[in-house]
């Protein structure tokens, strides 16, 4: 295969001057994003946006406690609302048999509570009304009455035999045990282990990713639309997966597919915030269904961060077993995974723990074992959502802290431990001891890079000297491979559907061209990129070319995007569908030149005969000739275009190296970010100008749950991040300028040759962050402190808190 | 609440209603002071003044407030916008904006605390809208620019229809979201007194840009020679009530300058400092915070008063 090298220096920085990304490549290469000019003149068209004649308006009532009976519920005063048209309970949702809906993990939620609430926040009763207030001041006016319950909060003690039991609408369940999980050899590891104790370096350390939120900017919202005439429902909504949507609505309604259009119009941010199907969406389809009117309902900042898909919240101990040389031999690991109220994850079935499996990293390993406890808690449910690549972010996190922490205790350099047990490029495809077949890589170029960028011996230096001083300056690595792309359909399904994704492109007569993909954008530039794979294969320029996504009547069924998987799998669609259309315009362009089929060759939107460059016609020639008058070659239909249903071969496995440095006020414990190297490698590059914006949002994203981000509980189990005020996101304050970079080791089994990029950046920075706090740190004797770390927790790690207060 | 205890509920959050939509509410739109004053008397206690709205209206949205009455007072801005040097005392209206407090060069040189305190009190958007006077009287423990006044020795003047009366912060603070503003009153002005040989500066620590202080210190000092004449500190965040800066002031006063005296003085603020544990930090951290940044503020203030900054 051949990689096409962009034709300008990609690691150079973009700036007002050299307009390096505004060159119109016919392929790949830095473009500017198709859709910027609609989204940053405030023209998009999000779901709020769409206002339908006659449209009401919905709103939830929802729990103000964590675990409660529900004893009564009055809702005559807010039906009595002038306003108000319905009030609807979970009572009147069993009654239609709708109270309770299937999970992404074959698991039941509550649409709306009928027995109990089961977390803080959780949907009791709907109102739908004439305008969005009134129905939010008639939510007043619903007395419900609750028999308080004690929650279990703390995970640690929800397995514990006099544990209320949270999920007694399960037949026969009398504990809050969720599902177990393991992966690898466990005989084979303790030997290891066993082996390294009397004669090597066993390190051992508790480490907590704690429960985060993707807030992203755009709330969840939908407006439905179930036309009494027709039948049929059209459904609004922030969905980073139509297709699977629709066909869940259709099982769940019993509403037939057909009857059914899911339409995901611009959508402000998803990072996994709207995989999940949530209560408001179902809610507002009843809600059309009974009333005979679009209902559309809208949650606020609150609801988003209180009862949506939250992520990570992984106790992991993790363990090292290596030889005193420091050659790393075997990992292990115990989680215990807080899955909330209701197993909410979205992963492929035969994955509940997702892609934790690769917790063993960029190394080459004798063994490893994983075993996981999942539990429910009276929390909110969810569990997978968020940037993680169905969590890698956690394995990612839990390997490069534990590589950190075998470091610190034989006193070596953490670059240097790295380099000296990555994979080596021979060894690849490398099948991990967990069973993951990594696609290709090349580490220690990459990480060279990183720490030439750096200029990490140099910083090492100025550390030294630092502490000299009593000063506080901290270097993080972290190394990272993912697993991105679900996934081939031999392995990987969501409730039963195939992760495959079908393209359809089709040229217009004049040369212009529509793709139709299954997956979605949620601000990645899908009609960029998308547009550039198709140019890249049959030279139709970009700004030539319609991308059509988020709307299921119009598109091919796929999964979606998520999982930084619409580059690997919807990617490779595009390019073989394109690849389709290019083999017929080959067969009319050899009818055009009258020579042989062989005896045509293409380059860049030109076909011509091998040897007579003068003779030549374009892929718009064709495109016309497909469309025209006269004889095609025999046996040609007319019409250039294709579909095609992508099953992916193997996941993709990108690759970086990330190195922070930090600065700590010793007095304070603040934290600063000071630099960022990030050297990422996604294989082939599309749009490297893309590739950079979500780097950069993953880095920023990482610094956010590093230093402040946390979804925290009371101790009755109130939510204690509500608003933006109390959870955290970072700004432009706390991060620094960042220093990207790239290699490119293709993939072999993509069309392409690329990988998926979207999450690398979110996984691969936390630990190097913490890294770097923990470095800094290094004078107290410390070796491990959790996230977030604020000042505070920072200061109480300084005084040998490991485990934070709050 | 014990197992198997009913609950009927009361209040909008107590039913869960954590909403961001504000109750119905009627708004009046006053010209002048004594116009804004005419109006509270005719509302009565349930009729709320608004004028930057950055802590009211966010209430109002999650429904802890819920006035029936709002009586924007931002026409105001003319009237009671602007800093002012009178004879050995600076007046601030109480409708000055942060962003003016901030931009101000005079202030910045008699006073350099605001800037100090403005560069870091919430963010660009708040400060445009958000006022002194509203910073005041919302009385949030977590409040900079009360620390602020607190370290400066401010007074409030505060007039109703009866006329005015001034008060001094320590008067004025009544405690967690309290103050002596009653109804039928509104706060006008601030004054600062200015003395010779004098400078003040302000530490704080948050979490992220525009967070809400974990903690912050301000400081005050008058130099005498190479002696403290007179010494303020104002904390923010550790407590329900401002600091008790007499014990403070007591320890300064009289002292030279010194790594040791600072800390002193620190620990004492520390003493004094009552924080409690919650997102932001332990209480122990934010103890430790009260004197560190104590100290901080104190060095600076010293440093810039004897033109040693």
């Known amino acids: 295969m051949t990689v096409t090298e962009d034709p300008v220096d990609t690691n150079a920085v973009p700036t007002p001057d050299n307009n390096l990304n505004d060159h119109k490549p016919n392929g790949f290469g830095r473009m500017l994003r198709k859709e910027d000019p609609r989204l940053v003149r405030g023209r998009g068209q999000f779901c709020d946006d769409v206002t339908v004649p006659g449209m009401l308006h919905l709103a939830i009532l929802r729990a103000p406690m964590a675990h409660a009976r529900i004893v009564s519920i009055d809702k005559s005063a807010a039906e009595a609302h002038p306003k108000v048209k319905a009030v609807v309970t979970g009572e009147d949702l069993a009654a239609h048999n709708l109270a309770w809906m299937p999970t992404l993990s074959n698991d039941v939620q509550a649409v709306l509570a009928t027995d109990k609430v089961r977390f803080q926040h959780q949907e009791v009763a709907f109102v739908v009304a004439e305008d969005r207030y009134s129905a939010r001041d008639a939510l007043e006016l619903i007395d419900v009455e609750y028999e308080w319950l004690e929650p279990v909060i703390d995970v640690r003690k929800a397995l514990e035999p006099d544990a209320p039991v949270i999920r007694d609408d399960l037949d026969g369940k009398t504990d809050n045990h969720c599902f177990d999980w393991e992966a690898g050899d466990a005989e084979a590891t303790e030997a290891i282990f066993a082996d390294a104790r009397e004669n090597g370096v066993v390190v051992t350390e508790d480490i907590v990713y704690p429960r985060v939120h993707p807030a992203p900017m755009e709330t969840c919202a939908c407006v439905a639309d179930l036309d009494p005439v027709s039948g049929k429902l059209t459904l609004w909504s922030t969905t980073q ?148 690549s169905f969590r890698i972010t956690e394995a990612v996190y839990l390997i490069e802290r534990m590589v950190d922490v075998l470091a610190y205790d034989l006193e070596m350099d953490p670059a240097e431990l790295r380099l000296n047990n990555f994979i080596q490029p021979e060894q690849f495809p ?60 031999k392995d990987m399904d969501i409730l039963g559907l195939g992760m495959a994704d079908g393209c359809e492109l089709r040229v217009h007569p004049t040369g212009k061209a529509v793709v139709r993909l299954s997956v979605k954008t949620q601000g990645q530039g899908h009609e960029t990129t998308f547009a550039q794979i198709i140019a890249e294969e049959i030279g139709i320029p970009p700004e030539d070319i319609d991308v059509v996504h988020g709307d299921t009547d119009n598109t091919p069924f796929g999964l979606g995007t998520y999982g930084s998987r619409s580059t690997p799998v919807s990617g490779a669609a595009a390019a073989l569908v394109a690849r389709k259309v290019r083999d017929k315009a080959q067969i009319i362009a050899s009818g055009m030149l009258e020579a042989s089929v062989a005896d045509v060759e293409y380059e860049a939107g030109t076909f011509r005969i091998k040897g007579d460059p003068e003779k030549s016609v374009t892929i718009q020639d064709i495109a016309m000739k497909a469309h025209g008058a006269g004889d095609l070659p025999e046996g040609l239909e007319g019409g250039l275009e294709a579909q095609i249903c992508y099953n992916p071969e193997n996941l993709t496995y990108p690759f970086g190296a990330y190195i922070c440095v930090v600065d700590v006020d010793p007095g304070t414990a603040e934290v600063k970010v000071r630099r960022f190297v990030a050297v990422d490698d996604c294989g082939t590059q599309i749009n ?5 914006g979500q780097v950069h949002g993953g880095l920023a994203d990482g610094v956010g749950m ?37 290699t490119v080791t293709p993939s072999p089994h993509h069309p392409i040759g690329a990988k998926g990029i979207g999450e690398s950046a979110t996984v691969g920075s936390p630990p190097a962050i913490v890294n770097a706090v923990v470095d800094a740190l290094k004078p107290y004797g410390i070796r491990h402190a959790d996230m977030p770390l604020t000042p505070s927790r920072v200061w109480e790690a300084m005084r040998g808190n490991h485990t934070p207060p709050i | 609440m014990p197992v198997g205890e009913t ?41 709320r003044v608004v004028a930057g709205g950055h802590s009211l209206i966010p209430m109002m949205k999650l429904r802890l407030a819920t006035p029936e009455y709002l009586i924007d007072i931002n026409d105001l801005a003319a009237e009671l916008g602007y800093i002012r040097v009178e004879g050995a005392e600076v007046r601030i209206g109480a409708m000055t904006r942060h962003r003016e407090l901030l931009e101000s060069d005079e202030l910045a040189t008699l006073l ?100 809400w202080a974990v903690a912050s210190a301000g400081a005050a000092v008058t130099m005498d020679g190479g002696t403290i004449a007179d010494g303020r ?77």
């Open chain 1, 241 to 388: 997966a139509p297709h699977a949507h629709r066909t869940v609505y259709a099982l769940v309604a019993g509403l037939p597919e057909h009857k059914i259009r899911v339409i995901a119009p611009d959508i402000g941010g998803g990072f996994g915030n709207k995989v999940p199907i949530y209560p408001g969406y179902v809610c507002s389809i009843v809600a059309s269904l009974l009333i005979g009117k679009p209902v559309k309902w809208a949650e606020d900042r609150t609801e988003n961060l209180v009862s949506t898909g939250f992520a990570r919240d992984y106790i992991m101990r993790g363990e090292i077993a290596a030889t005193k040389e420091g050659k790393i031999r075997a990992v292990r690991t115990e989680v215990l995974a807080d899955h909330g109220a209701f197993n909410g994850v979205a992963a492929p079935v035969k994955y509940p723990a997702g892609f934790f499996g690769v917790f063993t990293g960029s190394y080459d390993l004798e063994a490893a074992y994983a075993h996981m406890s999942a539990v429910y808690t009276n929390k909110a449910p969810g569990g997978v959502a968020y940037a993680c």
């Open chain 1, 430 to 489: 490398y099948e991990s001891k967990t069973g993951w077949v990594y696609d290709s890589g090349d580490y220690e170029p990459t990480m060279r890079k990183a720490m030439g960028m750096a200029g990490y011996d140099e910083l090492r230096k100025e550390q030294a000297e630092k502490r000299e001083r009593g000063e506080l300056m901290g270097i993080g690595i972290s190394f990272f491979t993912e697993a991105v792309g679900a996934g081939p359909r």
């Open chain 1, 688 to 692: 490297p100008m893309i590739i950079e």
């Open chain 1, 706 to 742: 590093a230093l402040m981000e946390m979804i925290s509980f009371d101790e009755d189990g109130n939510c204690l991040a509500g608003s933006l005020m109390d959870y955290l996101i970072p700004t432009a304050m706390e991060v620094p300028d960042w220093e990207t970079g790239h």
């Open chain 2, 7 to 47: 609950q009927a509920t009361r209040s909008p959050n107590d039913k869960g209603i954590n909403m961001q939509v504000p109750a119905p509410f009627e708004y009046e739109r006053a010209t002048s002071v004594d116009h804004a004053i005419a109006l509270m008397e005719r509302l009565g206690s349930e009729a």
């Open chain 2, 112 to 211: 350099p605390i605001f800037r100090d305190a403005e560069k870091v009190i919430a963010d660009p958007v708040v400060r445009n809208r958000g006022t002194l006077g509203g910073s005041l009287c919302q009385a949030d423990p977590s409040e900079d620019l009360s620390a602020v006044c607190d370290a400066l020795n401010a007074s409030c003047v505060i007039r109703s229809k009866d006329g005015e009366r001034v008060v001094s912060m320590h008067d004025f603070h009544r405690g967690p979201y309290e103050t002596a503003v009653a109804d039928g009153e509104i706060l006008t002005e601030v004054r600062i007194p200015l003395r010779p040989n004098s400078s003040s500066a302000y530490h704080k620590v948050e979490r992220r840009a525009g967070d």
């Open chain 2, 233 to 309: 500190v104002g904390l923010c965040a550790v407590g329900p009530n401002l600091t008790n800066v007499e014990p403070i002031s007591a320890a300064l006063r009289g002292q030279v300058p010194s790594e040791e005296l600072f800390a002193t003085v620190g620990q004492i603020a520390s003493d004094n400092a009552s924080p409690s544990t919650d997102t932001r930090g332990t209480a122990d951290y934010k103890s430790h915070l009260a004197k560190e940044l104590t100290i901080r503020s104190l060095r600076k203030a010293v440093a810039r008063a004897t033109g040693q900054d």
